[in-house]
């Protein structure tokens, strides 16, 4: 019943042969029908958001509570993967007679998915600081909670974001299974339409779009909160550099 009324709108809002054909891209049905993509996009974009913060902020905490006291980690670690290892569809189904169809059993379970991600980078980010930086912190006189917050966490950028760049662009893929309890999103658009090549392959290209453009948003915040690192960076790559100079001038 949804492919016949799926095709029935195709050819009424664009003829020609490209959509009778099914061809592989439809520019003329695009032109007349992308305006359908808008609210799925948004919607989209509001699970992937959404549920990426809330997903870092459980794990932040999470990850400050097993810096401080060690023996929680490994029960942190097992429990977010064993969320992450749920089906992503079955996890949905057994939200669905909790808290319903709709946008909020989609958060849930996306968040929950993040979790792992988030937490093992924050995690690791925060355990990889030297230890001989640390103790210069508390030679200096410096409380557990400002050497914290003054130096590991600062450290610990890199693999932080590293951490949310994965955990989004594998939310907005996992984001399209959403649909199967009632969120939203594009995956709507793969459900409803699933055979014109058109539909998915754009639908297709807005998630990897949008992928992308979360990806290096993020790029550009570790830039931000780590200078340091791109100056060290720098200062490694000049000096390569003057060496690589020194040796053909040598020879």
Not at 3 to 30: H, K, M, P, Y
Not at 109 to 119: K, P, V
Not at 185 to 194: R, Y
Request: charged share 15%; net charge neutral; hydrophobic share 50%.
């Amino acid at each position: 019943m949804f492919e016949l009324l799926a095709q029935v709108e195709i050819r009424d809002r664009s003829g020609g042969d490209c959509v009778t054909d099914n061809g592989a891209f439809c520019f003329g049905w695009l032109s007349d029908n992308w305006d359908r993509y808008v609210d799925p996009t948004i919607e989209h974009l509001f699970l992937v958001g959404v549920s990426v913060i809330a997903g870092f902020l459980i794990a932040f905490g999470l990850a400050y509570l097993s810096h401080r006291r060690r023996w929680l980690q490994s029960g942190f670690t097992s429990a977010t993967g064993i969320l992450y290892t749920i089906p992503s569809i079955a996890f949905f189904a057994l939200l669905l007679p909790i808290t319903g169809r709709g946008t909020l059993t989609g958060l849930i379970a996306l968040t929950a998915f993040a979790l792992q991600i988030l937490y093992r980078n924050i995690n690791t980010g925060l355990n990889n600081v030297p230890d001989d930086v640390k103790e210069a912190g508390i030679g200096m006189g410096m409380s557990p909670s400002q050497l914290f917050w003054k130096i590991e966490l600062p450290l610990s950028i890199p693999e932080i974001i590293a951490g949310l760049r994965i955990a989004t662009v594998s939310t907005v893929a996992i984001a399209t299974l959403a649909v199967f309890a009632g969120a939203g999103g594009l995956g709507g658009e793969f459900t409803t339409q699933i055979d014109f090549k058109t539909n998915v392959i754009f639908a297709s290209l807005i998630c990897v779009t949008m992928a992308i453009i979360f990806d290096v948003g993020l790029l550009i915040l570790q830039a931000l909160l780590s200078p340091w690192r791109s100056a060290a960076v720098e200062g490694k790559t000049r000096s390569t550099r003057a060496f690589g100079m020194f040796r053909r001038t040598a020879t």
